[in-house]
Structures are given as C-alpha cells and as structure tokens.
C-alpha cells in the first residue's frame, strides 16, 4: 500500500478517475477503453454494478428505446451495444420478432453487467473516501506547476486504504432515495421508500394494508404490481399523490425532443433564474406515468370489478401527506397518516399497515468532496456551478478537471438524469480531455427550434 505522503511516479498517474459506476460512466469507461493515449479507472462501492436493483420488476421496461444504451448514439459500431449483447447472447432474432422499442429493465441491467464484467477500467468494491488536489512542488514525480488529485479508496471487504492519482475527475455517483421527514421518522420494515421495494416483497405480502405514496413512474409500477396479487394475499390498497392526477408523461415526438443536445444547449444559454423557474414547471416531460402502466393498472382494475365486486382499493390524487404516526395494536404497529385534499382544504387521517414512499430522489454533495469544497464554485443554492461541457467551475486556474455526470439538472435541463443523452454528454467529456474530436457532436439534431438563433 503506497504511503499517502509519496507523490505517485509518472506511471502511477491515471488521465482520468471516475467516481461511481451507474449506466453514465460505464458509457465513458467503454468508450475511452480503446482510446490509446487516455488512461482510465472507474470505482464504485457496490460489489458489482446493479441499476435501481429493488425496482427491477417483471414487465418493466425503460421509458427509453434500446438505442439509448451505453455507446450506441456515440459510437454505433462498439462491441458494448445493446445489439452485440443480444447477438453475444443468441438473443438477436428473438428481439427481431418482439418487436418493441422499448426493453425490459432486468435485461437493460443484466446488459450493463456483461459490459461492466468486460473492462478492465472499472473497479467494483472500493468506496472513495476521500480525494484532494496536490501540486508537486519538489518536482519527485515531475508533475511541477501541473497538479493531480490523490484519490483514497477503502476496499469494502478487506478494509485496506489505496491511494489513486489522476489529472482529471468525472463524478458520476448518481441519486439517493429521498424520504421527507415525516417519512425518515418512522423509517422500518413497514415504512421504506420504493427503491426497497422487491427486498421487501415478502412482507408486503403478509400485511394487511399497504399505502402507497407519489406521483411516479415507480410509484405506479409499485401499485401496479401490488394490485395484480392483491386478490391473492388479500390487503387493501391505497395510492396517494399530491399531484393533480395520475397523468401521464409527455411521450409526443415533438416533446421527446426536448431530450436533445439542441434543447440542452438552449437551456444552457438561460439564465439561472429563469432555469430554477422552468424546470418545475416541466415535471411531466420527465416525471410523469408512461401511458402504457396507467393502461395496464386500469384493465387490472377493471377485471376486479367484473360481477359488480367492489375490490378495496383506492386512488386519490391532489393529497399531500403532512405527518406519519405509528399507533401500536396488540397485533403489532399501524402508521397514521395525516392527509390534506389541498383542492377541497379537506384534511383527514389515514391508518397503514405498510407504507411505501416512492418520493423521488436527491443529488447530495458527496462527502468526499470535502477537501475540494474550496476550489469549487457553488451557486447561491450550494449547487456546483457547470460550465457547457459539464466540467465544474474552479476558483483557481488549475489544468485538472473535474466533470459532473447526472448532477447538473439546475443548469443543463430536465435531459441531465436521461439514459439518451448519456453518450453525448460523454462525447463532449472525452473531447475536451483529448483535446479533438475523438466522437462526433453534431450542432442540429432535431426538427424544431427551441430559441431565436
């Protein structure tokens, strides 16, 4: 193990360190690996890669199509496509006969792991613990007046501390679900958020009454699959939103459109005012329901309701939960909800068994940021700030970079966390770090115009 006070020779020094290996830096890890003057690794804490694991539900699919996997839109002819899986896998003709655009989430994830499974550049178990920037001033590694980032990474086993060198980093740690506070209070086996969902299966199926709470894709797969074995385990069911409906996600040609280099860098050239002004007022571009569940929840209701039977299910839209009680039976807890129609100001309460928040995600500041804090640029909301080509804003002119992958919605657009734009945003990364056009990026890619040229 390197001595954290040695500075690393030259052939210890990596181009590029990537922190987090979700589907955006996979992408970059594949298509830098045959990039002959650019050096790469990638970390990531879990012991092999897994995509929203508790929500890898039978008969989901991406909200995407198959071409948006890991390379294709920056490289149609790398052997880590999704259509090289099929092929590798004798998958290929029957996917010519299914026929569908869009692709199960559990083989988009079993794809992603036969690549990950590949690169010699991504290294699953070390949890990064902390990274700085050092200048070499004595010259002993001849880096002077150059700089690099130590990055400290423990082994999730053994842990054992090694140290990493690089010139430039690429965070791409992703999301974490989020709980709001009346929610996190009561946190259990019978209060969790829906990223838990499949590790908590079996409890589900031996409640009583399950409620669950968002407006969401996963809050509806959720409901979704719980009303189809409802009349076998025999709970009663809620859903909760806050929002005005069970709407479904913009899903136009016109509108997908707005997930496109085009619509990014018109977004980009708005001020910050008008970008935190905007987004929320674009959530069903990208955080609605497909057509397709609101489709099969409906026929599922409908065949419970065949003969005139009333099944004891219940969806109730323009309803904010303000608190989570627990209340103790002698058969065990039950959770008060403290419900508001904010449309009628008609507030009630709710008894659970179980409850199920599928209440989003959040994007905090990693913790091994701390060291760097300061040659960061924050916005006046402790955002990073982003320049175009997704690299952070310093306070000091250094020649390292730092990229952001899926952490700048507030200055990119609503396209930031989309699975279709992950290899133009590392067609621009590997282009500013190689200093050429190594993946082509072109200027118009849509029909329409979103501003005045």
């Not at 692709?103 to 290294?123: D, G, T």
């Amino acid at each position: 193990m390197r001595s954290p006070h040695m500075y690393p020779n030259k052939i210890d020094m990596y181009d590029v360190i990537g922190v987090g290996i979700g589907p955006f830096n996979l992408g970059l890890a594949a298509l830098t690996e045959e990039i002959e003057d650019l050096s790469t690794i990638f970390f990531d804490q879990k012991p092999y890669f897994e995509w929203h694991g508790g929500l890898l539900i039978e008969d989901t699919t991406l909200q995407v199509p198959f071409l948006a996997d890991i390379v294709t839109m920056a490289d149609p002819t790398s052997r880590y496509s999704y259509l090289n899986y099929l092929q590798e896998h004798e998958r290929l003709y029957k996917f010519y006969f299914l026929e569908r655009f869009h692709i199960p989430r559990r083989e988009y994830n079993h794809y992603c792991q036969w690549v990950s499974k590949q690169l010699a550049n991504c290294s699953f178990g070390k949890r990064i613990t902390n990274i700085e920037w050092q200048v070499d001033r004595d010259k002993l590694a001849g880096y002077e007046d150059k700089g690099y980032f130590k990055v400290e990474a423990t082994d999730t086993q053994s842990g054992d501390i090694q140290y990493y060198y690089s010139r430039h980093l690429v965070f791409g740690v992703g999301s974490v679900p989020y709980l709001p506070d009346c929610f996190s209070a009561q946190s259990s086996d019978d209060v969790f958020h829906s990223a838990e969902f499949l590790d908590k299966r079996e409890r589900l199926r031996h409640s009583e009454s399950i409620t669950v709470i968002g407006s969401g894709q996963s809050a509806a797969e959720v409901f979704l699959e719980l009303l189809k074995e409802q009349r076998t385990y025999h709970y009663r069911l809620d859903w909760f939103t806050r929002s005005k409906g069970f709407f479904p996600m913009e899903y136009s040609k016109l509108g997908l459109e707005h997930f496109s280099p085009d619509h990014t860098n018109y977004f980009y050239r708005l001020s910050q005012d008008q970008k935190d002004q905007l987004i929320p007022k674009q959530d069903l571009l990208y955080k609605g329901i497909s057509e397709t569940t609101i489709s099969d929840i409906y026929d599922v209701l409908y065949e419970h309701s065949v003969g005139g039977e009333i099944p004891p299910v219940r969806l109730q839209a323009k309803t904010e939960v303000a608190d989570v009680k627990e209340i103790k039976t002698e058969e065990g807890s039950n959770y008060q909800l403290i419900c508001n129609q904010w449309e009628q100001d008609q507030p009630f309460t709710h008894e659970s068994e179980v409850v199920i928040a599928a209440t989003g995600y959040q994007h905090p500041i990693p913790g091994f940021l701390s060291n760097l804090s300061s040659i960061i640029k924050w916005d006046d909301n402790g955002r990073y700030k982003v320049s175009k080509n997704y690299e952070l804003q310093l306070t000091k002119e250094i020649p390292n970079k730092i990229f952001i992958q899926n952490g700048e919605m507030h200055t990119h657009g609503v396209g930031a966390p989309d699975l279709g734009l992950g290899c133009y945003r590392n067609s621009v990364i590997i282009n500013e770090l190689m200093n050429q056009e190594i993946y082509p990026v072109h200027k118009r890619n849509v029909f329409q115009q979103f501003g005045v040229e």
